[in-house]
C-alpha cells in the first residue's frame, strides 16, 4: 500500500484547517443572516421569488460552512467536554416520587403565567374545553409512550425519549426518526428561548421584580443587588445541572421534588384566593360556545395551548437515571414491601403529572376568569393580576413561584435538547466531536431565538413538538413488526393521537401561519439534511459545492429586498453594502474548497487503495 508523503498530508490538512475557519466564520454569518430574513418575511406580509432564493442561499452557505467545519480531522477539534464528574457512570437514583416531580415542574412552566390568562379571557369556556382537550391527548399519549417502552424493553432496546421509540421501530437511518428527534431538538430549543425571555423581562422590566422590590421599601442599591443575584442564581443553577448533572443527581432530584413541591402549594393556595376575589362568578363563562365556529376554535385553542402540556416527556428521556424498582409514596406506607417495576411506574408517573399539571392549569385558569379583570396588555400577566387584585404579598407570593417555574422549565428544556442533538451524533448523523459540542450549539441557538418574538416561539414550539409526537405516536404501529407474535399493541389509540397531534398542530396556521410555513421549511431542510448525510463525506460535498454554485446563480439573476434590521444591521449596512453581496462571497469561497476537498479526498483514496 502507497503511503502518502509528507508534503501530501501537511497540504491536506492546512487546507482543511483553512476550511475549519472559513466554515466557523461563513456558518456563524449564515445564521444571522437566514435569521433576519426569515423575521423580515413572517412579518411582511409576502415574500417575492428573489426573497425565497435569498433564503435557500443563506441556507445552503450554512451547510456547507458545517461541511467544512466537518471536514477537520476529530483529533485536531477542541475538547470542549462536560467536566470529567458529569462523565462518570450513571448511577440510578430516581424513583417514582423523583419522577413524578420531574414531569409535574416541566409541565407547570413559566408559560402559564402568560398563556392561561390571556387565552381563558379572550377564549372563556371554549378555553376550559381546549385545556380538558389537551388533558385527555396527553393522557393518552403518556399510555402510547407506556407502551412503547415496555414493548421496547421486552425486545431488549433502549427507551430514552420519545424519538428513540421511533428509532426502535423504523431504525436509526430513518428519515421518520431524524425528523422527530430534530424536530424535538428545534421545540424544546424553543421553549428554554422563551423562557428565558420571560425570565429578562421579569429581572430586569421596573414593573416587574424591581417594583415588586420597591413596594417593600428597599433602597435602589438592595434591588439591584436583589435582581442580579436572582439573575446569577438563575445561571449557576443552569450551570451547575450542565455541568456537574451525573456527579449530584441525587442532590438535585432532592431540589426538584422540594422546588415542585412549593410550586404546587404555591399555585393552588394563590388560584383559591385570586377566584375568591369575584366570589367564583363564571357568568358569561359559556357565552362562546353560543357563537358559531367555537368547534374550529377549540381545535385551533388545543393546538396553541398544548406548549403548557408535554413537559410528561422529560420523565422518559430520564429512563437511564431511573431504578428498577421503586417504591409507591404512601402506598408503600401502608403495605410494606410495595414496590413497581421501571416499565410500569414511568408510565404511571407520566399520566400522574398530566393529571395533576392540567387541575392546576384548570384551577388557575377558572380563578382568573372569576375575578373578571383586565389585563391591560402586561407581558406577566399573572403577576399584573396578583398585584392589582391582591396586594404586594400575593404578587411576591407569585414572583416567587415564577422564579422556580422558570428554573424547572428553562433547564429541563435545555438539557433536553442538548441531549437530542447529542443522540443525532451518537447515531453517525454528524462527527462525535460535533455531538460533545451539542450543548454549545443548543445554547447559542437559544441565544439566537431569544432576540425573536415571544408569540413566534410559543407557536413554534407548539407546531414543532406536534409534529415529532405525532411521528413518535405513530411509531407504536410500526413497532409492531418488531415486536413479533409475543406481544401485539393496539393500533386504535397511537394512530388517534398521532392523527390528532397533526390536526392540531396544522391548526396553528390560523393563530401565525408564518409559524406553519416556518416549522413546515424546517421538516423539509431536515429531510434534506438527511439526504446530503446519507450521501456520504464525498457526496456532501459534492452535492453541496454544486448547491452554492446554482444559489450564486439564483440570487444574482433575482432581486430581493433588502432588510435594514435585524442581528446583521451593522454588517455592511453603514457602507451601504447589503449583506447578500457576502452571501455571495461565501458561497463562491465555500463552494470553492468543497470542490477542492473532493478532489484531495479523490486522490488520498486512489494513493492509498492502490497497492
Known sequence: MRVLSPRVRIAALALKTVGLVVGVLVALFA???????????????????????AVLAGVALVFSGGALIAQLPESLFARFRRLPHAAMRRRPVYGLG?????????????????????????????????????????????????????????????GVGGPSFTKVAVGARSVRYFVSRLSMWISNTALAAYTKIVFLIFVLDPQYLPSILNAYGLTPFL??????????????????????????????????????????????????????????NFSGLFGATLGPG???????????????????????????????????????????????????????????????ASLINILYGLAVYASHASL??????????????????????????????????FVPAFLAASRHLGSLGEDGYMPSSLANLSWVFTLVAILLLAVGNQDFLVNITDFMVLISLGIISLSAIWLRRRSGPARKTG???????????????????????????FGSMAVIFGYLIFDIIELGTLGAQLFLAAFGFMSIFAMTAFRHTIYEGGILKFVGKPAGIDPSVFVIWGLLLTSTLLAINVLIDVRILRRTSLT
Not at 439591584?224 to 451547575?240: C, E, H, K, P, S
Request: aromatic share 12%; with cysteine.
Open 376 to 409: 391591560q396588555g402586561s407581558a406577566i400577566p399573572a403577576l399584573f393580576l396578583a398585584g392589582s387584585l391582591l396586594g404586594p404579598s400575593q404578587e411576591l407570593l407569585v414572583a416567587v413561584a415564577f422564579l422556580i417555574a422558570t428554573v424547572t422549565t
Open 31 to 53: 445564521l444571522g443572516y437566514v435569521y433576519d430574513e426569515l423575521t423580515f418575511l413572517t412579518g411582511a406580509g409576502g415574500a417575492s421569488v428573489g426573497d425565497v432564493l
Open 223 to 280: 434591588v439591584a443587588v436583589t435582581t442580579y443575584t436572582v439573575a446569577g442564581t438563575f445561571v449557576a443553577w443552569t450551570i451547575l445541572n450542565i455541568l456537574f448533572e451525573q456527579r449530584y443527581l441525587r442532590i438535585l432530584g432532592l431540589f426538584q421534588i422540594v422546588l415542585t413541591s412549593a410550586l404546587v402549594v404555591i399555585l393552588v393556595y394563590h388560584s383559591v384566593v385570586l377566584g375568591a376575589t369575584g366570589a367564583w
Open 491 to 517: 393500533r386504535a389509540l397511537p394512530l388517534l393521537v398521532g392523527l390528532s397531534c397533526f390536526v392540531f398542530g396544522g391548526a396553528v396556521y390560523f393563530v401565525n401561519p408564518s409559524v406553519v410555513v
Open 98 to 158: 423523583t419522577m413524578l416531580s420531574v414531569g409535574v415542574g416541566a409541565t407547570l412552566g413559566s408559560p402559564l403565567f402568560i398563556l392561561i390568562p390571556e387565552n381563558i379571557l379572550q377564549y372563556e369556556f371554549v378555553s376550559v374545553l381546549s385545556l380538558i382537550l389537551a388533558t385527555i391527548l396527553s393522557v393518552a399519549m403518556a399510555k402510547v409512550y407506556s407502551d412503547m417502552y415496555r414493548t421496547s424493553k421486552e425486545l431488549g432496546l433502549e
Open 294 to 356: 367555537w368547534v374550529s376554535a377549540l381545535v385551533i385553542n388545543t393546538g396553541y395551548l398544548y406548549l403548557l402540556f408535554f413537559g410528561f416527556q422529560e420523565i422518559q428521556s430520564l429512563e437511564r437515571d431511573s431504578i428498577e424498582r421503586s417504591k409507591v409514596p404512601i402506598l408503600s406506607w401502608v403495605k410494606r414491601g410495595l414496590t413497581w417495576e421501571r416499565t410500569k411506574y414511568l408510565g404511571v408517573a407520566m399520566v400522574l403529572s398530566v393529571v395533576v
